[in-house]
C-alpha cells in the first residue's frame, strides 16, 4: 500500500505491505486498517478519499487479490 499527501503524513509512512482477509474490497481494507490501533483509525475520516489499483483509479467496491498495489490519497486543492 502506498501513502501519499498529508495521508503519509498522518500514518507516518510512505508505503507497507500487509495481509488482508480475502475475499476484500477498498472499502473492507479502509475498514481493516481503521480497526488497527494507532494513526490508521483516521482513514475513514478523510473526506473524498480517492484509491488505486494497480496505478488504476477505483472506487470503493472495487475487489483486491494478492499482490495488489492500493495507493491512497487524500484530494488534492489547487490554485
Known amino acids: 500500500m502506498l501513502y501519499f499527501a498529508s495521508l503519509r503524513e498522518r500514518v507516518g509512512t510512505s508505503g507497507e505491505e500487509v495481509e488482508v482477509p480475502e475475499p476484500a474490497s477498498v472499502a473492507d481494507l479502509v475498514r481493516w486498517l481503521a480497526a488497527r490501533d494507532g494513526p490508521w483509525q483516521a482513514l475513514p475520516t478523510f473526506r473524498n478519499l480517492r ?29
Open 51 to 79: 484509491f488505486a489499483v494497480n496505478q488504476e483509479m477505483a472506487r470503493s467496491d472495487t475487489p483486491l487479490a494478492e499482490g495488489d498495489e492500493v495507493a491512497f490519497f487524500p484530494p488534492v486543492t489547487g490554485g
